[in-house]
């Protein structure tokens, strides 16, 4: 039997992993990506990205790396675009990359052809690239489909292997049917609807998984004056099935290369359409203020932050990944510098050094080394190892910010009761034996 050959657009987490995914179901999958560094390191047996399973899972599939554009559309009937719609200046969507994919498929069509737009794009924008196919190629129908993707970094695989949903956005029945085709081995609910719903529908999934964590982070800050633990908040509304237990974890703000765009965007296209999107522009004002918030904890300790050296742990916008894209971590590090603070910075994974004017150290222990202060802003498993006394003898004083809430309160309580420390945490009580003792340096 033939099997069903699709062509990826955009060789980026998104468009790897659903190259991976579907050829590992049975597809006959091409990719192709403007760059041509990344196909010919995915030609030679490399991976552009870090994302855990997935080199393996490329690995073990026949994959097609094509460095020219026209070979990928004439040869497929499918093609699936993974291309990136990063945020504008003004804070809407960009989409020239998706245009530009667009233009070149009208140019090279050479039959009919099925687009499947997997990338996040404004409700609309499906329809816009219809009359743009319109315009470029009469010969051809050429069909637009949403398809939205709700993987995670650092979960990626999993996600699109085993997803909750599986969204198809389609102006007609017909079309919608013959994609989820391409699904046919996933066992999930498959949720058919017109393209704009499809397209909205991510958006709102973003917009409300930030709008819980923007949530808890405003009952952080009421926790803490009021005496309350958010964690045990947290396990008491999360147990209710009505709300759930997942994205209730209060700390830094969220980041990332998409909830932050993705809310921008949609608060966007509220302006755009006149429609008043309050509870958008609160998820982000809130998120703003979050690192903020947890420098004040660092600055109290102090009164200012001029002239002191602190540790910042972590620097991508969570743990499994090196994507420092909106990471609240590369904010505090800069706030940090501008507050007069020297810098040092510790991440397990991200190579380069993203903040100007801050030492990036090689190991956890060189991080700590002459510091006032350890702040942590990134859950790495890692720094569990800040509690072992050769890492805390590091400081000059044992003070701790913990922006991720890492430790349990028992356990930072006990510890103190043998070594004097000051650990400071998001929306929960301090424990401080340092300053009680007279011990800060
Ligand atoms: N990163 C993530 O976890 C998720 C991202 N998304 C959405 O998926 C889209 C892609 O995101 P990422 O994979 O993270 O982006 P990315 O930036 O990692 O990769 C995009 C790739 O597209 C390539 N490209 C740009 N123009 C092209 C063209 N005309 N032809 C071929 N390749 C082209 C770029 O060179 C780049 O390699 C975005 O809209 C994003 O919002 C959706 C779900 C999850
Ligand atoms: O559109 C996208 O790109 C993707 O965006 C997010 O995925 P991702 O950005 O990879 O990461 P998340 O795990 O959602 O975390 C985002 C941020 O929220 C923070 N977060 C998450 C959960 C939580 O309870 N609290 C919290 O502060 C994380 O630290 C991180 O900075 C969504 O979870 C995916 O469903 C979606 O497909």
Redesign the pocket.
Known sequence: MKRVKAGI????????VTAAGLASRGLDIAV????KE?IATLTAGGL??FEPGLEKLLAEQHITYIQT?KELVTSCRYLFL?????QAKNGE?DLS??E??VK?ICRYADSDKIVII????PPGTGRLMEKLSETMNIEHRITFVSN??????GN?VQDFLFPDRIVIGSDDDETGTEVLQLYKQWDCPKLQMNRESAELT?YAANTFLAMKISYMNMMAGLAEKTGANIEDIERGIGSDSRIGKDFLKAGAGFG???FP??LRALASIGTELNEELPLIRETLYINENQAKAVLRKLSTVFGGLLGRKIAVLGLSFKPMTD?VRSSPAVSAAEQLLLLGADVNVYDPLVRDNPVAGAVKSPSLLDCLEGCDAAIIMTEWDEFREILKPKMLNKLKSPVIVDGRNMFQLKEMKKLSREFPLYYDSVGRQRVNTLLTANKIK
């Open positions: 657009f955009g060789a980026g987490y998104v468009g790897l192709h990506d403007t760059s990344k552009p990205i554009a993974c291309v990136g719609t990063p969507a990359f998706l530009s994919a070149t997997k990338s996040t794009v939205p993707e709700f993987l995670r970094q990626a991510k990332g290369s998409c765009k993705d994507d």
